[in-house]
Nanobody, 113 residues
Framework: QVQLVESGGGLVQAGGSLRLSCAAS????????MAWYRQAPGQAYELVAH???????NYADSVKGRFTISRDSAKNTVYLQMNSLKVEDTAVYSC???????WGQGTQVTVSS
């Protein structure tokens, strides 16, 4: 059974940082692209970042230079380091294994002004 479990969300002031983690089980983690999506209230899902099985990252323009995606195959975990957070980064962040069409439950990130 595939499980993706996010952690690390919370409330932070604008300009602050958070690190999200997503622990994967039930998949061959090292062979899968992993991704972080987010959904703000009343808005569509947005692909924030993804990282290939080989570790090549890609970012949405809205987070480029502020967010860093990484993965640790020894821990079956993908991370999203978020720096210089803005109020508009407020959303539910979910990790995904897009190739397997599997998603986590999500973790709330709230950035206050």
């Amino acid at each position: 059974q595939v499980q993706l479990v996010e952690s690390g969300g919370g409330l932070v002031q604008a300009g602050g940082s958070l690190r999200l983690s997503c622990a994967a089980s039930g998949i061959i983690f090292s062979r899968n692209t992993m991704a972080w999506y987010r959904q703000a209230p009343g808005q569509a899902y947005e692909l924030v970042a993804h990282i290939s099985a080989r570790g090549t990252p890609n970012y949405a323009d809205s987070v480029k230079g502020r967010f860093t995606i990484s993965r640790d195959s020894a821990k079956n975990t993908v991370y999203l380091q978020m720096n210089s957070l803005k109020v508009e980064d407020t959303a539910v962040y979910s990790c995904a294994a897009p190739g397997l069409k599997k998603w986590g439950q999500g973790t709330q990130v709230t950035v206050s002004s």
